[in-house]
């Protein structure tokens, strides 16, 4: 970017051709400063073969360090992977799970957080049970009194949860869910792919066990990066089972000194044990400028313009017909707002044409998902519903 980011410019994104784009739940279009660093780095790579390690290693960690930042966490408890689902993977396959016990898991979720917790219970000889979300629609209370007794009913290992619903944007009270899980004796992993960026979130005061999130939607990044946050107490509690080369405390040492090639070097007791091999270097370096942009906006500040944007956009869908899934409440608001559709209306039809009139959004399992960012202005928001009234009339 030629200026600094500001909340409502999206002065930055000249190579954005949708007039508004509303999608960032899906995929987030990339600023210009973040491809420049990515070009930057490929350039870089192109001169220098061997040599550009060093700048591309300097940009890995300026995006993990601001990663941590983001959700209060020390950059030692965060690792890079290439996916939220690789970072659910990680955790699935490192729990020590015992025949019998329980994962708690949540229907409705994104399959990333459920289908890894599935194929570890049935390795152990354990269980998934799925608790409903519905509950929590209607508000947070009553679905924390539901998952309080599916914790008392009997014992549950881990309780594995998004930050915020893909399908309707329900932000869920992880706090309460981490100090819950905890009184019952167990863990809360938390996918917070539809969070962090857009909602504010602080791992170590709300008593996150883990949390993985993927780069290419709130956070503003490319795709095929990502990150995984461990507490050192839930990190001690794993053995993991996928690592590599660069899992080891001090794994490149024979790269630098003669007769060091090892074989018996320990596992880093740290997060950086699921870092297997060499980063995707270009990707975190876009990462790392993504990320500094969103520190200096300030999440509070973006999360506050988000419900600007949603206060003005939700009543004048809700007079064409739509039905609005937010949450009544304002803890379980987020990025996200999204609604289902006036009766006769195909959801998937509306995108598309949506789509021809400059309009980027989503609709997961039929409903119209809206989802802005600091670059939107409100005052894209009569013309967003111009568009929708206009698709809607045919």
């Known amino acids: 970017m030629s200026s600094r980011p500001a909340i409502g410019d999206?002065?930055?994104?000249?190579?954005?051709?949708?007039?508004?784009?509303?999608?960032?739940?899906?995929?987030?279009?990339?600023?210009?400063?973040v491809l420049?660093?990515?070009?930057?780095?490929?350039?870089?790579?192109?001169?220098?073969?061997?040599?550009?390690?060093?700048?591309?290693?300097?940009w890995a960690n300026a995006a993990r360090d601001g990663f941590a930042r983001l959700v209060g966490a020390a950059p030692d408890q965060v690792a890079r992977v290439p996916?939220?689902?690789?970072?659910?993977?990680?955790?699935?396959?490192?729990?020590?799970?015992?025949?019998?016990?329980?994962?708690?898991c949540f229907d409705g979720e994104f399959p990333t957080n459920v289908s890894p917790w599935q194929a570890a219970a049935a390795r152990a000889g354990a269980h998934v049970d799925l608790c409903p979300l519905a509950p929590f629609e209607r508000s947070h209370a009553e679905g924390l009194e539901l998952v309080a007794r599916r914790l008392a009913e009997r014992p549950v290992r881990l309780v594995a949860v998004s930050a915020v619903q893909f399908q309707t944007g329900l932000a869920l009270p992880v706090a309460d869910l981490?100090?819950?899980?905890?009184?019952?004796?167990?863990?809360?992993?938390?996918?917070?792919?539809?969070?962090?960026?857009?909602?504010?979130?602080d791992v170590v005061r709300a008593g996150v066990d883990y949390l993985a999130c993927g780069a290419h939607k709130w956070l503003m990044g490319p795709l095929g990066a990502a990150y995984l946050y461990l507490s050192p107490a839930a990190r001690a509690e794993l053995e993991p089972q996928i690592v590599g080369w660069m899992s080891h405390?001090?794994?490149?040492?024979?790269l630098f000194a003669p007769n060091e090639l090892r074989y018996d070097?320990?596992?880093?007791?740290g997060a950086r044990v699921f870092e297997q091999g060499v980063l995707p270097f270009v990707q975190y370096a876009g990462s790392a400028v993504a990320i500094a942009n969103l520190l200096e906006l300030g999440v509070p500040r973006i999360h506050a313009h988000l419900q600007a944007f949603h206060d003005a956009l939700e009543p004048q869908l809700a007079r064409l017909g739509w039905r609005s899934r937010r949450s009544a409440e304002a803890a379980g608001r987020s990025g996200i707002c999204s609604f289902a559709p006036p009766d006769g209306?195909?959801?998937?039809?509306?995108?598309?044409?949506?789509?021809?009139?400059?309009v980027a959004l989503t609709g997961?399992?039929?409903?119209?998902?809206?989802a802005p960012h600091w670059p939107n202005g409100l005052g894209e928001v009569d013309a967003v519903v111009d568009v929708l009234a206009g698709v809607v009339r045919g």
């Open 36 to 58: 420049a660093r990515m070009q930057e780095g490929l350039a870089e790579q192109a001169r220098a073969g061997v040599a550009s390690i060093g700048p591309f290693v300097e």
């Open 265 to 269: 070097r320990a596992l880093d007791p």
């Open 10 to 33: 999206r002065s930055g994104f000249s190579r954005l051709t949708a007039t508004s784009y509303l999608a960032h739940a899906a995929v987030a279009p990339l600023a210009d400063d």
């Open 249 to 254: 405390s001090e794994p490149d040492a024979f």
């Open 83 to 104: 996916s939220t689902s690789a970072g659910v993977a990680a955790i699935a396959t490192g729990l020590r799970l015992a025949v019998g016990e329980r994962i708690l």
């Open 364 to 370: 997961p399992d039929g409903l119209l998902r809206v």
């Open 345 to 358: 209306i195909d959801v998937g039809t509306v995108v598309a044409a949506a789509a021809e009139r400059g």
């Open 178 to 201: 981490a100090r819950l899980a905890h009184e019952h004796g167990a863990r809360l992993f938390v996918d917070g792919i539809q969070a962090v960026g857009a909602v504010p979130l």
